[in-house]
């Protein structure tokens, strides 16, 4: 099993940015279609950006984000990041990372197996 490690997240002013990154041990990123959710309380969980399997550049991302967040790998340090600008307090929440090894295309309604346990955003003035 896949094990996500994701860090980066804590507290940011409204128009600020934050950078997190995914990790795994022991196990190739680049192999499998990662994806950034996101949940806040009293919501749905919410796929806001993926990056497709074997791609550097195949990517996509959510209307709410998109302009705003970039996904990207870093296959030298097996890392997939979210480069979150211009912040909102609205995108304030629990943010995964999740990973599924298919060739079906990362914004498709699949399931994605391996998760992380969640690092903290906060946006606040």
């Known amino acids: 099993q896949l094990q996500l490690v994701e860090s980066g997240g804590g507290a940011a002013q409204p128009g600020g940015s934050l950078r997190l990154s995914c990790t795994a041990s022991?196990?190739?990123?680049?192999?499998?279609?990662i994806a950034w959710f996101r949940h806040t309380p009293g919501k749905e969980r919410e796929k806001i950006a993926c990056?497709?399997?074997?791609?550097?550049?195949?990517?996509w991302s959510s209307d709410a984000v998109k302009g705003r967040f970039t996904i990207s790998r870093d296959n030298s340090k097996n890392t997939v990041s979210l480069q979150m600008n211009s912040l909102k307090p609205e995108d304030t929440a629990v943010y995964y990372c999740?990973?599924?090894?298919?060739?079906?295309?990362?914004?498709?309604?699949?399931?994605?197996?391996?998760w992380g346990q969640g690092t903290q955003v906060t946006v606040s003035s």
């Open positions: 990056i497709n399997i074997s791609s550097d550049t195949s990517t």
């Open positions: 999740a990973a599924v090894s298919t060739v079906d295309p990362c914004d498709r309604n699949i399931e994605y197996v391996d």
């Open positions: 022991g196990w190739t990123l680049y192999y499998y279609n």
